[in-house]
């Protein structure tokens, strides 16, 4: 049977974060599967916040598991990070130990979490003596530098050396990554470890019922990190322009949720200082899973303007709800929506304006969408489990 080793080092440097960023709940919904797919032949692993590398106890890990959902589903509320003194019981608990270091057929790295570090990670390798699977979300910071934060291109291009260099086969969130990394890995004068496309399953968010905005008015949805690849922008300017040419009472509502990220200075002014926006706009910067699922339900639609993604999450979280999506062009959105969403170029504001309103008054653009999600499937973790269970059991071998 195929010993595993999941590395989760990624989890547990979150240990003072409320709310759950995306490659964290990928890194979580890999602890599940893996579980279900080896049972008792999967073991944990981390680069611990201290630098020590080794084993973590598998009694320690699932309640530590545990203990993160627990905090993901109700903690929405609580802003900034806990306090160390608060987390330090955790610390311990999970530093690594050596003992069964070494005993594994497979390590499996989900998250880019010191990957920058290329002779760390060959040297945990090595003491490891097994093959490397490793999971590439995107390559945003080498393919856009220019929405990354200042160094970012270089530290990526250090992660995909080290996945490069050391891999033995690589899974991927869609094609579009697949065909990126292959790219660049070849750019590089070098050969590209089997690549395996695996979409990212949906999240099962909370049963809740439609949020019932007290103004009984439409709203729409953004959702995610406050960023320019995000494309705010566009439609922050979008609802300033209605706002100075539409009567208020038409005017459907913004709800913008998201942490507040990096380089995005006009997007913040816009934001907090325009008066404009103020009476229709409305940022929430964390919130619980009850209280996302709710606004989902009960949105007119998703807006997913990006100009770039490796995958498409809240595409399929909001199909997968019932609500409709409208979203840029690109190829990850396809691969995570399909045919249902009606998909616009992200320069195009008078398209934007446009869509936004028929979804307002439940047009015949929003009624012909809804026809389309008849047909729309979510993608499911455990079809991607099976796929990654797959790769690993063959680099096993």
Known sequence: MTRVVLDISRLISRVRHSRPSGVDRVEMAYCRGLL???????AFSAVHPTGRYGRIDRNVALDYLDHLEERWAHQGDIGGQRSIPAVLPWMRRLMPVRKGVGAANVVVQVSPHHLDQTEKKREILARERGKFVCLVHDLIPIEYPEYARP????????RMTTVAELADAVIVNSAATGASLSNWIEAQGKAPPPINVALLGTQELPVTPALEPDDEKPYFLCLGTIEPRKNHLLILHLWRSMAQTMPAEEIPNLVVIGRRGWENEQIVD???????????????????DDELAGMLRGASALLMPSFAEGYGMPIAEALALGTPVLASDLAAHWEAGGNAPDYLDPLDGPAWRAAVLDYAKEGAMRSAQVERMRDWHAPDWSDHMKIAAEVITRTAS
């Open 36 to 42: 279900a797919e080896f049972g008792d032949n999967l």
């Open 270 to 288: 816009l934001l907090d200082r325009s008066p404009a926006l103020a009476p229709f706009v409305k940022e929430i910067n964390s919130c619980g």
């Open 151 to 158: 160094g970012g291109r270089r530290l990526h291009e250090a």
